[in-house]
């Protein structure tokens, strides 16, 4: 399935809702659709020893919280670099998804450059700071992308809008009391990381695992006690961001006993708002 013009899209849910498994699924079923998780920029930017990765490890070893400001100069960083923000100046713009081939190293640099002044102008100071504009965003389909593990609160929301305006943010739902069975029939074998479930994914022989048919246990966190707490933690920070989202008028809900429920409504969804 194609699209025709770049969908830049968030899914927030409670933890065990299925986030993972219907990205995985929009993945592909939209080829076009990269994903894009804060988690895995901050670990390769450590790992390559960058300006930015030095830094956040720093705070990382220290058992500080990866300060906003950085988390969305990853991102800000990751999106010029695939060519997905463009100079607010059309002067400034040498380059775009659409060229073919590129020969100019330096028209190259100075573009990336260029992006890179502005959307730090915006993170530093969102109100035109130094007298930059905002950064252009490519509507090119191939510029789309599912963002995960940002933002999580409204406040990182407002941030983001300021270099890259989320233009679905789907809120996936599954009552309580569904997922609440879900984690109490579930089990996993620890060296592998293979997960079961009593329910729609049992183990070929009750408590060990398919392949070594090691016994398999149970989560430390998988207990109903540990779960409400993490759901009412949840609940506490995704309204402000569902409010945001709502008023932005890009929020979009959708409920399932299950994901394969789900899945089709997304979709649905989905090709409406943007393939072909």
Do not use: C
């Not at 498994?21 to 994903?35: C, D, E, H, N």
């Not at 906003?68 to 997905?84: A, K, Q, Y």
């Not at 984690?183 to 009593?198: A, C, L, M, Q």
């Not at 070929?204 to 109903?224: F, Q």
């Amino acid at each position: 399935m194609r699209l025709r013009t770049a969908a830049r899209v968030i899914l927030v849910g409670a933890p065990g809702v299925g986030k993972g498994t219907q990205s995985q699924r929009l993945l592909r079923r939209f080829p076009q659709l990269s994903s894009i998780s804060s988690g895995d920029l901050l670990r390769y930017h450590v790992k390559e020893r960058t300006p930015l990765g030095i830094k956040v490890e720093g705070i990382m070893k220290s058992g500080g919280l990866v300060p906003d400001e950085l988390i969305l100069r990853l991102i800000t960083n990751e999106f010029h670099t695939r060519g997905w923000l463009r100079p607010a100046n059309p002067a400034d713009s040498v380059m775009t998804l659409a060229s073919s081939v590129i020969t100019n190293h330096s028209a190259t640099t100075e573009h990336s450059r260029t992006v890179a002044e502005e959307a730090d102008a915006f993170i530093s100071s969102p109100s035109h700071a130094r007298g930059f504009l905002r950064p252009q965003i490519n509507d090119d389909p191939s510029a789309s992308f599912l963002l995960d593990g940002f933002p999580r609160t409204q406040n990182q929301a407002e941030r983001l809008d300021e270099i890259v305006p989320i233009n679905l943010a789907v809120w996936l739902k599954t009552p309580l009391e569904v997922i609440l069975e879900r984690i109490s029939g579930r089990w996993v074998h620890e060296p592998s990381g293979r997960v079961y479930n009593d329910s729609f994914n049992p183990p070929k022989v009750p408590g060990r695992d398919d392949v070594t048919g090691e016994p398999l246990a149970k989560r430390a966190d998988d207990s109903e006690e540990v779960y409400r707490a993490r759901w009412a933690k949840f609940l506490e920070t995704s309204e402000p961001l569902l409010e945001h989202y709502a008023k932005k008028g890009v929020l979009w809900e959708v409920e399932g006993m299950s994901s394969d429920e789900i899945t089709p409504k997304l979709f649905a969804e989905f090709e409406r708002r943007f393939a072909e």
